[in-house]
């Protein structure tokens, strides 16, 4: 390839770089994984030298999105075989300079939540690759058939199906950010504070803690329920003496979360979900393979 289509090639495929790497992370659940198969698709891009490909974007998305299915079907295998509750790797969201109302927003924000990502797990690769495409991006069904190379009746039923599944699992939780900020920062005050009391005024009756270790740090290897259980459980955990720890306060999978740092390294990063005012799930993030890449940000809008 001449050195200027090289160039050329490049920079054509680094101003596709986020949609790529945004579409990869929604289908795989994992930014290593995402980057993997970006990266994937930058070499298939530059061996090809289609610089002049008349829709780059596209073209981009139909080779990232078919990596990605095939890295799907290789990860359920891994994930049968996981240590304890499997969570997506968690990761930095902001908004980029274009930044959307707040109803665009709200809607972004749900698409990378945890919540969301959790039950795309339970989808076929070809049911979330439609769900992604189609919800998250908003790409025609005739594209997205193309990228599938299915009939454009095919993909509807696929995005029908997925979408009623969506609907049916995914959790009814509160989205007001400036609450779940305000109601995480008590809840992290009460804990360390050693009230229980007050802690568990916060928790929802049927609250549910869900630990992800992989079995690589310490954590519950089952669901927590309940608020008295919940409570004591963090209560204890809270009046732990751990040397060098920090507490930051950041946005993580589009909503605020407590990144805990030890000796300067992510430790666990930990979001709770609402509804009606309360806590009703507690996500920890414990397994440092998925807590690499924690500062790493995901720019919303794609």
């Not at 300079?97 to 939540?113: G, M």
């Not at 609402?274 to 440092?288: A, E, K, S, T």
Request: proline share 6%; aromatic share 6%; net charge negative.
């Amino acid at each position: 390839m001449p050195a200027e289509s090289a160039t050329d090639a490049t920079a054509v495929f680094e101003a596709h770089r986020p949609v790529l790497t945004g579409v990869a992370y929604r289908m795989l659940g994992r930014f290593a994984d995402a980057e993997d198969v970006v990266q994937d698709a930058w070499l298939r891009w530059s061996a090809e030298g289609r610089a002049d490909v008349r829709e780059p974007r596209g073209y981009l998305v139909t080779i990232t999105t078919r990596l990605a299915i095939d890295r799907l079907r290789q990860a359920q295998t891994r994930h049968e075989t996981y240590v304890g509750p499997w969570l997506p790797e968690p990761i930095a969201t902001r908004f980029g300079p274009s930044s959307p109302d707040a109803a665009e927003r709200a809607e972004l924000q749900e698409s990378v939540s945890l919540a969301v990502l959790i039950v795309l797990e339970s989808l076929s690769p070809l049911e979330r690759a439609v769900f992604v495409l189609r919800e998250a991006f908003g790409f025609p069904y005739a594209d997205i058939a193309a990228t599938l190379e299915r009939s454009e009746t095919a993909v509807r039923q696929l995005a029908g199906r997925a979408r009623r599944h969506v609907d049916e699992r995914k959790p009814r939780y509160d989205v007001d950010v400036a609450q779940r900020r305000e109601l995480t920062e008590r809840f992290m005050v009460a804990a360390g504070g050693g009230d229980l009391d007050a802690l568990l005024g916060l928790l929802a009756p049927d609250v549910r803690l869900v630990s992800d270790s992989g079995g690589k740090s310490k954590a519950p290897r089952r669901v927590i329920e309940t608020a008295d259980k919940v409570g004591r459980f963090l209560f204890a955990v809270a009046g732990e003496s751990v040397p060098g720890v920090e507490y930051r306060f950041t946005e993580i999978n589009g909503a605020p979360a407590l990144l805990v740092l030890v000796d300067g390294l992510p430790d666990t990063v930990v979001q709770v979900e609402l509804r009606d005012g309360r806590i009703q799930c507690v996500y920890l993030v414990r397994n440092p393979d998925k807590l690499a890449n924690v500062l790493r940000v995901l720019q919303l809008p794609e």
